[in-house]
């Protein structure tokens, strides 16, 4: 297997020896920065395939980095931050990071999501196919209880078919993204908590599946913005809950 690339964007020396000591663990080959300008001259000469980034860096705000990250390169970014509040945004956007981890860095945690991310940039440039979705983990086949739901602001989510379509045309969501927006809505205007989701979407015990349901919502929103969508559907509940809304405020 050949060499993943990474550059490790972060201005704490002990959080970047840390990171760095763990991905080389992993088999990557690592580079480091201590700014976001340095960083962004490794990722133009070395082209990586993973980029981890401080969210609060001394020259420039972490979320620029990744958005001049994502406006030119493949890479996937993973943003690292020290905020409890709102971090499913910081995947929401469409500049946005890919994934986040919290700081202080666990060291099991950092593995997973880095893993995850690499198998995920495969399965990405393999194009949106069914069941491309092995890297995120494999979702539960939908239970026979589920049914096609329609929702204010023309929004239609069939989980039995792992369809979901805004104003008749289809979304483009990943077979894990239709799996959480199937879970939501059968229960729309209902809080569920991040494990509720994992419990409801992925079969068996899965480790990674907790946070992939923020990647999965940030991927949901981001589709429906792309697709037309002004409303927000999908709304956070004290940092660890979503719910998804039946009829969504306009102009969210």
Not at 70 to 78: C, D, N, Q, T
Not at 160 to 185: D, F, H, I, K, N
Not at 228 to 245: E, F, N, T
Request: charged letters at 25%; one cysteine or more; aromatic letters at 2%.
């Amino acid at each position: 297997m050949s060499s993943t690339r990474v550059v490790v964007v972060e201005d704490e020396p002990d959080t970047q020896s840390l990171i760095a000591l763990v991905l080389e663990g992993q088999g990557h080959e690592v580079l480091v920065a201590d700014t976001g300008t340095e960083g962004l001259r490794l990722i133009e000469e070395h082209a990586p395939d993973l980029v981890t980034l401080d969210l609060n860096l001394p020259d420039m705000d972490g979320t620029e980095v990744c958005r001049q990250v994502r406006a030119g390169h493949r890479a996937m970014v993973l943003m690292i931050t020290a905020r409890q509040d709102d971090v499913a945004d910081l995947v929401d956007e469409d500049g946005g990071a890919h994934d986040y981890l919290s700081k202080p860095v666990q060291v099991k945690e950092l593995r997973a999501r880095a893993a995850a991310l690499v198998a995920r940039l495969t399965s990405d440039e393999a194009a949106d196919q069914p069941g491309d979705g092995a890297a995120d983990g494999t979702p539960a086949e939908p239970g026979t209880g589920s049914r096609v739901v329609e929702l204010g602001g023309d929004l239609v989510v069939d989980p039995v078919e792992g369809r979901a379509r805004l104003g008749g045309a289809s979304l483009p969501l990943t077979p894990v993204e239709v799996s959480v927006l199937g879970a939501l809505a059968q229960r729309p205007d209902e809080t569920w908590s991040r494990q509720e989701l994992a419990a409801a979407v992925w079969s068996g015990e899965f480790v990674e599946s907790d946070y992939l349901v923020d990647v999965a919502v940030g991927g949901i929103r981001t589709k429906l913005r792309r697709a037309g969508s002004r409303a927000r559907w999908i709304d956070a509940v004290d940092g660890s809950s979503y719910v998804l809304r039946r009829q969504p405020a306009a102009g969210a």
